[in-house]
């Protein structure tokens, strides 16, 4: 078969050697002679045969072979003759063959050599770009996005600061907020993404390329693949990066949004305490407040930071300072100074805000017994509860108490004159014993501590250094759960005593306030770590004066309830203060009952449903199961 179908192949004659027919050449004249002398020597026996001395003419025998002779001779020259020609001509056609035929090898064997070397590049290039493309963008997103979300941001703002700013931030800073951070935070991502996936896809290739092709494909041949994978790198890095870009930009807009509005929340929050903390009637601004733990008060010291009172508070592990605050005084920048020192969350800096127990709506006529508004469970009877309580000072002569088992100390400040009514009045709901009134746990042991003084302008209040005592008496004391009955302005060390003393698995519950249904959170009910507590009528309706909000937990009689007044006899008053015992004796109940499970959880999922379905800011999760179990 012709290896090569564009030259026909040769014809018989011209494929003879060369060489044979150099050799045939070379013989043929004496080929020719001999022929001649063979003839000659053929013609001597017929002229022998004539007669001696005679010559008859020209013999015809004789010419005959003669021209037959000739005639051989001339044939055997034309052959010789032809053949020479044939051998030239069998020459150049060699000639002529072999340098075409080596041409048309040499470019097909580059034609054959190019299309492997492509179809073997292509193959590569493609393989190398899928497969480093797709490992390397994943790699690349996954990095940037988890290095743009790592540093996360609290899921939501306290909820008081949410109450008090929710318009404000959703006027003047959602909307120019969202819009920039978004713009500005996928333009970075996108660029920042990328140029990364680029870079590190643009390497991965580039290696890859040169090992599995180097072998193979010569300077000139990588140089072009080189251009054509960066064109197909570019195309492919645009697509995945786009893609990625927008699967995860909104998550990572809405963090940044976040962290955007903490910050300005924060900065909302610092100038609505200020408002606050120049309103003479919330605080005593003539003091400053530091608390933390022992080792940071001796950095600060050796700052140069004098402290007039220091009062160590073992039950929480922390110390409690007092500061003379001068006429120019700035809580802010006070804050900050102190924070540059120890450090962000070292050290709690506020005013020394004031709290008020909410003068009670004095119901007309006997009104109703606590075990009358929620009959307790048999075993209240002989359970010895430890409850603490924080409120004004008790009148421990009163009948109602006298055979009870209630501890008092007072945090006043010396020398002030301190109120008993609202003390004795919640003293009696949780642990009266009386033949003519008893309590909801008679058998209770209370701790009262006294943090009410008498103001000339203001009335009874307490102060953010009273109650901080308080519970940490409290809290060294060994009670399962504490009854605040007051409310007042936000604070953060108040807030992370609180704090500490839920963290030990004390039940911490508070009066929700009386302020009406349009009014602010009150504190300390609105904190986290509190169980707020709204009061209801013998109809399981509101009280009518009871703050609204989505810090209410759990709801409670505490309209026209009979009470212990100081230095004998009863009344009957309405508030939220007064339905506190009664989800403080549950809890503590609870508490000696099962003392392993969540108080709070139980007391939650035992609730009756009121109002709309499920937890709202009017009920909370419902009315408290006095015998929840």
């Known amino acids: ?203 991965t290739v580039e290696e890859s390329v040169e090992e599995s092709v180097a072998a ?44 955007r509005l903490e910050t300005e929340i924060d900065e909302i929050v610092e100038d609505l305490e200020s408002h606050l903390e120049v309103n003479e009637d919330r605080i005593l601004k003539e003091q400053w407040l530091v608390m933390a733990e022992p080792a940071v008060f001796e950095e600060l010291d050796e700052q140069g930071y004098l402290f007039d009172t220091v009062t160590e508070l073992p039950g929480l592990g922390l110390r409690l300072a007092e500061v003379a605050a001068p006429s120019s005084f700035d809580i802010t920048e006070v804050r900050q100074g102190v924070l540059d020192v120890v450090g962000k969350d070292r050290a709690e800096v506020d005013l020394n805000h004031i709290y008020t127990a909410g003068a009670p709506l004095v119901a007309e006529g006997a009104g109703v017994l606590p075990r009358t508004a929620m009959p307790p469970p048999a075993d209240l009877d002989n359970l010895s509860l430890r409850v603490g309580m924080i409120d004004s000072d008790v009148d421990l002569s009163h009948p109602a108490l006298a055979r009870s088992s209630i501890s008092t100390r007072s945090f006043a400040r010396p020398g002030a004159k301190m109120p008993a009514e609202h003390g004795t009045a919640i003293a009696s709901i949780i642990a ?87 009014a602010r959170p009150m504190y300390p009910a609105a904190y986290g770590s509190v169980v707020a507590v709204t009061a209801v009528d013998a109809g399981q309706r509101v009280f009518r004066l009871a703050n609204r909000g989505d810090y209410l937990a759990l709801a409670a009689p505490g309209v026209d309830l009979r009470h212990a007044r100081p230095g004998g006899g009863y009344a009957a008053s309405s508030g939220t203060s007064f339905a506190v015992p009664f989800a403080v ?25 009121l109002g709309p379905p499920g937890r709202d800011d009017i009920y909370g999760y419902g009315l408290l199961t006095l015998a929840a179990n």
């Open 1 to 203: 078969m012709n290896r090569y179908p564009d030259f026909p192949s040769k014809p018989a004659a011209v494929r003879l050697p060369a060489q044979a027919l150099r050799e045939l050449a070379a013989w043929l004249p004496a080929v020719a002679l001999a022929l001649a002398v063979a003839l000659a020597l053929s013609t001597a026996p017929a002229r022998a045969q004539l007669p001696v001395g005679g010559f008859l003419g020209p013999d015809p025998v004789e010419e005959e072979i003669e021209d037959e002779v000739e005639e051989q001779v001339e044939e055997v020259v034309e052959e010789a003759v032809e053949d020479a020609v044939e051998e030239e001509v069998a020459d150049v056609v060699e000639d002529q063959v072999e340098q075409v035929t080596e041409q048309n090898i040499q470019e097909n064997i580059e034609e054959d050599i190019e299309e492997t070397i492509e179809q073997s590049v292509d193959d590569t290039v493609e393989e190398s770009i899928e497969e480093s493309v797709a490992e390397t963008v994943e790699e690349s997103v996954e990095e940037e996005v988890a290095a743009t979300v790592e540093e996360s941001v609290q899921a939501s703002v306290e909820e008081s600061v949410e109450e008090t700013v929710e318009e404000e931030v959703a006027a003047t800073v959602e909307e120019s907020v969202e819009a920039s951070v978004e713009e500005s935070v996928e333009e970075s991502v996108e660029a920042t993404v990328e140029e990364s996936v680029e870079e590190s896809v643009a390497e």
């Open 216 to 259: 193979s494909v010569e300077e000139a041949v990588e140089e072009s693949v080189a251009a054509s994978v960066e064109d197909d790198v570019e195309a492919g890095v645009e697509d995945a990066v786009e893609s990625a870009v927008e699967e995860d930009v909104e998550a990572q807009v809405v963090a940044a949004i976040e962290e």
């Open 432 to 518: 009266g014993s009386a033949d003519d009134y008893l309590g909801l746990a008679p058998k209770a042991e209370v701790y009262a501590a006294s943090v009410f003084e008498l103001d000339r302008d203001q009335g009874e209040i307490a102060s953010t250094v009273s109650l901080i005592r308080a519970v940490d008496w409290l809290m060294s004391s060994g009670v399962d759960v504490i009854n605040i009955s007051l409310a007042g302005p936000p604070n953060r060390l108040l807030e992370t005593a609180l704090e500490r003393a839920a963290g030990e698995n004390v039940v911490i519950m508070a009066a929700a306030g009386n302020g009406g249904p349009m």
């Open 585 to 609: 004796t549950a809890a503590a109940r609870l508490r000696q009952l099962q003392p392993a499970d969540n108080i709070v959880d139980l007391l939650y999922r035992s609730a009756l449903d």
